[in-house]
C-alpha cells in the first residue's frame, strides 16, 4: 500500500518491473487493485510529469472538486509511455471505462490516446454545470496536456445526455479544442431535436442544415413551448478596427 504525503492518495498494486535501475528502459507491468485519490492531486502528478512551463494545474484541480475517484485495471509499458486500461469510478462521478496509451512528450506535454465509456457520468458536477447531467456515451480521442490543452475529439457516440430540463438521445459528435478555439460537428437524431450542427467558435461561426429543433427546454417561461424548424447560417468576426 502506497499514500501520498497529501493521504489524499491511496494506491494498491502488484507489481511486476524489469530494467531497473535504468528507468528510461525499464519496463512495468503493474496491476492496479486499487486508486483512490481527487483531482488536486491529479493535477499535481500531471504537473510534475509534463515538466511543462506555465502548466496550469488549477485548472485540473477545479474538476469533481471533493469526489473521491478510484481506479482499478492495468497499466503496461514504460514509464514515459505506457498502455492504461480499466474503470475509473466517483462517488459522485458516475463510471467511466478507459483503454488508453498515455505518454510524456517534452513539446507537447503529457499526451493521452485512446477509447472511453461512461455510463450516467455526471458533466455536470465534473464540470461544476448545473446545465449538465448525466453522461453516457463511447468515444475516441487524443488529448495533449501542456501548456496548452489540445484535445482531437475524432468520434463520440451519446446515447444519453441530460441538458437542462430534458434527456438527449442518439448523438454523433467530433471535433477539436485547440489554443482557446473549438470546431465541433454535432449531428442529433432525437425526438425533442434533429439537427446537423457545425461550430467554430475560433472564428464565431455557426452553420447548420436540416434543423428541426424543439425548444422547450430552453423556453423563458415555464408554462412555454416552441418549435424551431429550418436552416441557421451565421457569421461573426472583427472589422478592420479590430471591433
Known amino acids: 500500500d502506497v499514500h501520498t504525503g497529501t493521504r489524499r492518495t491511496h494506491l494498491k498494486l502488484v507489481p511486476h518491473i524489469v530494467g531497473l535501475p535504468k528507468s528510461a528502459s525499464t519496463m512495468a507491468s503493474v496491476k492496479v487493485l486499487d486508486l483512490t485519490t481527487d483531482s488536486r492531486d491529479i493535477a499535481q502528478v500531471v504537473s510534475e510529469v509534463s515538466k511543462k512551463k506555465g502548466f496550469d494545474k488549477r485548472k485540473l484541480s477545479r474538476l469533481a472538486p471533493g469526489d473521491r475517484i478510484h481506479f ?21 462521478l458516475g463510471v467511466a471505462e478507459v483503454d ?22 455526471d458533466l455536470g458536477y465534473l464540470l461544476q454545470k448545473d446545465a449538465l447531467g448525466p453522461l453516457t456515451c463511447t468515444g475516441e480521442a487524443v488529448a495533449h496536456t501542456g501548456r496548452n490543452l489540445d484535445i482531437q475529439l475524432n468520434s463520440l457516440s451519446i446515447d444519453s445526455l441530460a441538458l437542462g430540463k ?39 461561426s455557426l452553420e447548420t442544415s436540416e434543423l428541426d429543433l424543439d425548444i422547450r427546454n430552453l423556453s423563458f417561461r415555464q408554462d412555454s413551448s416552441s418549435l424551431f424548424v429550418g436552416d441557421i447560417k451565421l457569421d461573426a468576426g472583427t472589422d478592420p478596427s479590430g471591433s
Open 100 to 121: 488508453m496509451i498515455c505518454r510524456a512528450d517534452k513539446q507537447k506535454g503529457y499526451t493521452l490516446d485512446g477509447y472511453l465509456q461512461t455510463y450516467d457520468f
Open 72 to 92: 482499478k485495471g492495468n497499466l503496461d509499458g514504460l514509464f514515459t509511455d505506457f498502455v492504461a486500461y480499466g474503470k475509473l469510478e466517483g462517488n459522485q
Open 166 to 204: 430534458l434527456v438527449y438521445n442518439d448523438i454523433g459528435v467530433a471535433g477539436r479544442y485547440a489554443d482557446g478555439g473549438l470546431n465541433v460537428e454535432i449531428d442529433c437524431d432525437d425526438e425533442w431535436a434533429e439537427f446537423d450542427l457545425a461550430v467554430n467558435l475560433s472564428k464565431l
